[in-house]
Every structure is written in structure tokens, then in C-alpha cells.
Nanobody, 115 residues
Framework: QVQLVESGGGLVQAGGSLRLSCVSS????????MSWFRQAAGNQRELIATQIVGGDTEYVESVKGRFTISRDDPKNTLSLQMNSLKSEDTAVYFC?????????WGQGTQVTVSS
């Protein structure tokens, strides 16, 4: 059973920054697609950033220019640097990995942005 464990969430003021990390128990060289999702209260889970092995990245429009996804495959770590945080970024953030038909999810970490 592959484990993805997130950390780094917390409470921050609007305009501030947080860095989320996700450590994989499986070698990330074998997980081509790594992403961050988030789910705000009462909303559906939303894909916000993806990085494939080799470096290509994609972002949802609402976080472009503010969030940066990065993967450190030798350290089996996925990160999300979040800058210029807004109250609407408040959500539970989930780490996700996909290898073929196998999907992996972390347990989530809460990010709360106070205005």
C-alpha cells in the first residue's frame, strides 16, 4: 500500500505564504503524474496543479502565478509553494499520484487563510 503523507498546512493571513510537502513511500520515479487537489467546505475536490516526471507543469487558472508545484524524485517528495494567499484558497489540500491505473491519495492537510 503506497502512502502519501502531506504536511505544511496551517493558518496564515491573506497575502502570506505556505509550503506544502508530500512524501511518498513509493519511489516517485515510478509515479509519472503527481498533483495537488484541494477541497473547500461544501465544494467538490478540485485539481489545482500537476507535474509529470520530466518537469511539465499545469495549473488551474485561479492559482497561476501564485502557486508552484515541484517534485524532487530522489527524495520522493512533492511540494506546493503557495504565495499571495487569498481567503478563497482556504481548503483541505490533497497530494495525488497516478501510475497507470493506480491512483494514490494522501490524507489531506488543512490550509486556512484569514482575511
Amino acid at each position: 500500500q503506497v502512502q502519501l503523507v502531506e504536511s505544511g498546512g496551517g493558518l496564515v493571513q491573506a497575502g502570506g505564504s505556505l509550503r506544502l510537502s508530500c512524501v511518498s513511500s513509493r519511489s516517485m520515479y515510478t509515479i509519472p503524474v503527481m498533483s495537488w487537489f484541494r477541497q473547500a467546505a461544501g465544494n467538490q475536490r478540485e485539481l489545482i496543479a500537476t507535474q509529470i516526471v520530466g518537469g511539465d507543469t499545469e495549473y488551474v487558472e485561479s492559482v497561476k502565478g501564485r502557486f508552484t508545484i515541484s517534485r524532487d524524485d530522489p527524495k520522493n517528495t512533492l511540494s506546493l509553494q503557495m504565495n499571495s494567499l487569498k481567503s478563497e484558497d482556504t481548503a483541505v489540500y490533497f497530494c495525488y499520484g497516478r501510475a497507470g491505473n493506480t491512483e494514490m491519495w494522501g490524507q489531506g492537510t488543512q490550509v486556512t487563510v484569514s482575511s
